[in-house]
């Protein structure tokens, strides 16, 4: 058999980075996915996999292995926000764009490092390996609407790693926090401001002085929350009758998200009240916080292939949610892994050449390292 060794010096930097642009130069934003679902489809198909989209668009790419465990890797196809047309420029190493647009390494890079791995395998049958599932998910950018929609019960992996994080190389997520989005509306009365204002609830006014007594921001090193946007009004001289807010609140301990939201709620209640306003409090769990300990088996495989390269594991706790919150809902113990993007999300996003290549070797080495 060859070595794993072997396998990952053969990780090509050319040949990743030109996939990698090529996979940027496809528009994906969320919810418009059919492009880059049927370029990857013809992708893993022609490298050895079996290939299954479900109603929603969610790609599942199973290549078979050479041992009886089933693993899976997962990652999204669709790009934040709405930009198209990014013309990626490298310099000195750092690939990223001209400041007008996202770059998509969120989460092309992670796309790309299962190509350059899945082109190493199918050319060295001889490697051991376990089969791979590769989950690549649809709207993911959106409250991950894809991996909400999967039926995991089609997958047959016992444990998996998220392509999809931010941080150093060598970074393993093993805590993400629960998400529950707020929805909250305010009624109040309709009056002419002009004439009869004496008559009118104020709605933008109730949430205004709601948003004022609530906590928000960094609660604790475990809570956030926040106000994002506030709608409500007709014209400048009619007292608004309604009023919505959206926000979210986020916490990695669930007696401190039930505390906080208890909170935003009777901030919203109490401020309606005085006013004689009615109002909506509306609270949605976009996902569920989990814990992967060092013990486990996912944490075990990444941290021993992260240091057989000599980098340094560092264990890290997430603010935000992969689509890893939901297979670690559904009995699929997943940590996330670093791909090496920076400021996703923004358009000052860029990776290193070289940060890339490492991520792409240590997901060689987790497939390919002697079992335990």
Known sequence: MATSTLLVDQVDPDRLVKTFLEL?????PTGHEEEIGRELTKRFSDLGCTLSQDDVGN????????RDDTVLISTHMDTAGTDVGIK?????????TDGSTILGADDKSGIAGCIELLTLLHASPDVEHPTIEFVISVGEESGLLGSRQMDLSRLSATYGFVLDTAGVIGAITYWAPTSVYLTID???KKAHAGVEPEKGINAVKVAGEA???MPLGRIDEETVANIGTITGGEARNIVPGQAQMLGMARSHDQSKLDAQLDAMRQAVEGAAQRHGATADFQAEEIYRTYKIEETEKPYREAARAIEALG????PRKSGGGTDGNFFNAKGIPCVALATGMVDEHATSEHIAIDDMVMACKIMVTIVT???E
Not at 24 to 28: K, L, N
């Open 186 to 188: 305010i009624v109040g």
């Open 59 to 66: 790609l599942v790419a199973v290549y078979p292995g050479t």
């Open 24 to 28: 940027v130069a496809v528009d994906s």
């Open 211 to 213: 948003i004022a007594a």
């Open 88 to 96: 990626p420029i490298i310099e000195d190493g750092v690939i990223k």
């Open 311 to 314: 980098i340094e594991v560092f």
């Open 369 to 371: 390292q002697e079992p």
